[in-house]
Structures are given as C-alpha cells and as structure tokens.
Nanobody, 123 residues
Framework: VQLMESGGGLVQPGGSLRLSCTAS????????VGWFRQVPGKEREGVSY????????YYADSVKGRFAISRDNAKNLVFLEMNSLKPEDTAVYYC?????????????????WGQGTQVTVSS
C-alpha cells in the first residue's frame, strides 16, 4: 500500500493551498485518513482526520476554522483545503490511512503513510 500527497508549494501568508492524498491498493473511503505535519527538529503534529465509518472530521486547534478535510470517494482522494495560511504552517505535510474508525491524531494509530509534501508559507 502506498499513499501519495500532492499540492504542496510556496504561498504567501494569508494564501491558500489544497493538498491531495491518493492511495494504491487501498480504498480510502473504507479507512480513516489523517493529515500530519512535521518541522525539522520537532515531533510530527496531527492536523486533521476524517473518519472511515461516517466521515466525521476533526481538527487540531491550531488549524480549526482555517483548514478543511474532505473526500472524493469516486476518485479515491482525500483533500486538505488550507486557507489563511500562516508562516507557522510551514512544514512537510503527510497523509496517512488507518483501519480504525476513530484513530484521532495519534500517529501510532495509522497503518500507511505517504512520503510527504512541502508547504512553505513565506512572503
């Protein structure tokens, strides 16, 4: 199973980006999918997840109201829409899939991971 992120890049503060996550050999709509981010020298931080059972969503306080997670089951894609971006959102963003219906933002609860995509917020 391989997950792949896309959509990262350089954006100015206040701007927007949409990250996409797709997978080979696993149907994402049957699994919970989470987004995490990591800055060099810091622990990986959970950002958001969408439940595999009923598509309930959850967000870290740091991104609540600015980020939105969603699915396109027909295309086996999960998105992370990021708005009002701040310099502190700069990180490598990873998507991950979990067989648990409520994995939370605990990386240990996720079974498969992507390689990450860089998001840089800077003027």
């Amino acid at each position: 199973v391989q997950l792949m992120e896309s959509g990262g890049g350089l954006v100015q503060p206040g701007g927007s980006l949409r990250l996409s996550c797709t997978a080979s050999d696993v149907t994402l709509d049957y699994n919970s999918v989470g987004w995490f981010r990591q800055v060099p020298g810091k622990e990986r931080e959970g950002v958001s997840y969408i439940s595999g059972s009923d598509s309930t969503t959850y967000y870290a306080d740091s991104v609540k109201g600015r980020f939105a997670i969603s699915r396109d089951n027909a295309k086996n894609l999960v998105f992370l829409e990021m708005n009002s971006l701040k310099p502190e959102d700069t990180a490598v963003y990873y998507c991950a899939a979990s067989r648990f219906s409520r994995p939370g933002l605990y990386s240990s609860q996720y079974d498969w991971w992507g390689q990450g995509t860089q998001v840089t917020v800077s003027s």
